[in-house]
């Protein structure tokens, strides 16, 4: 937690195994403090049903559930390296 805290930033991005144990305890912990990206298709779990309510339960407390895709391109967006800089 420190070194996050080192870094300045406001925004987490996260992504792992156990969305219904690391990664939600992560995002939920972080979210009074941060705002906080989960990215769907980078996150699992053993079973459909806890990453279902993993998921639920984030969104529910205002965590931003995202993709690969849509992170990676808003982040290129925000430093300028698009092509054409337009969906």
Same mark, same amino acid.
Do not use: F
């Given at each position: 937690?420190?070194?996050?805290? *080192?870094?300045?930033?406001? =925004?987490?991005?996260?992504?792992?195994? *156990?969305?219904?144990?690391?990664?939600?305890?992560? $995002?939920?912990?972080? $979210?009074?403090?941060?705002?906080?990206?989960?990215?769907?298709? $980078?996150?699992?779990?053993?079973?459909?049903?806890?990453?279902?309510?993993?998921? *639920?339960?984030?969104?529910?407390?205002?965590? =931003?559930? =995202?993709?690969?895709?849509?992170?990676?391109?808003?982040?290129?967006?925000?430093?300028?390296? =698009?092509?054409?800089?337009?969906?």
């Amino acid at each position: 937690m420190k070194r996050i805290q *080192e870094l300045n930033r406001r =925004t987490l991005i996260l992504c792992g195994i *156990e969305a219904h144990i690391c990664v939600a305890q992560t $995002a939920l912990y972080a $979210a009074s403090d941060y705002e906080v990206h989960v990215v769907g298709d $980078a996150i699992a779990s053993r079973s459909p049903q806890n990453y279902r309510i993993a998921v *639920e339960r984030m969104s529910r407390r205002g965590i =931003t559930i =995202t993709s690969t895709e849509m992170i990676i391109y808003e982040l290129l967006k925000e430093q300028g390296r =698009t092509r054409s800089g337009k969906c």
